[in-house]
């Protein structure tokens, strides 16, 4: 069982920046694709951006994509996502999950799932 925690959300006025971090607690993450998920507030749950277990290949969601970075650090057991020029419509709960076998933007394709954190951006 892995054990996801991200942390890094919070409130931030439109344009600003966030780091959105995931952690895994014993596990080794780099054994594992990464993505991040979003819910807002009345919505389906949505991919936002993957990485996959070297990080060389990433991919976002058109959304995000310009805007969101994601990278990882698997010395650190972390991966991140750098989010910045905020809008309001990307206030939502934000998910990391993982992966052992893909790297895809289903999250019916991810077993572990963190609690999530909240960001929330103000106009």
């Known amino acids: 069982q892995v054990q996801l925690e991200e942390s890094g959300g919070g409130l931030v006025q439109a344009g600003g920046s966030l780091r959105l971090s995931c952690v895994a607690s014993?596990?080794?993450?780099?054994?594992?694709?990464v993505a991040w998920f979003r819910q807002a507030p009345g919505k389906q749950r949505e991919f936002a951006a993957r990485?996959?277990?070297?990080?060389?290949?990433?991919y976002y969601a058109d959304s995000v994509k310009g805007r969101f970075t994601i990278s990882r650090r698997n010395d650190k057991n972390t991966v991140y996502l750098q989010m910045n020029s905020l809008k309001p419509e990307d206030t939502a709960v934000y998910y990391c999950?993982?992966?052992?076998?893909?790297?895809?933007?289903?999250?019916?394709?991810?077993?572990?799932w963190g609690q999530g954190t909240q960001v929330t951006v103000s106009s």
């Open positions: 990485i996959n277990w070297s990080g060389i290949s990433t």
């Open positions: 999950a993982a992966s052992a076998y893909s790297s895809t933007t289903t999250e019916d394709n991810y077993p572990y």
């Open positions: 014993e596990h080794a993450l780099r054994n594992y694709a």
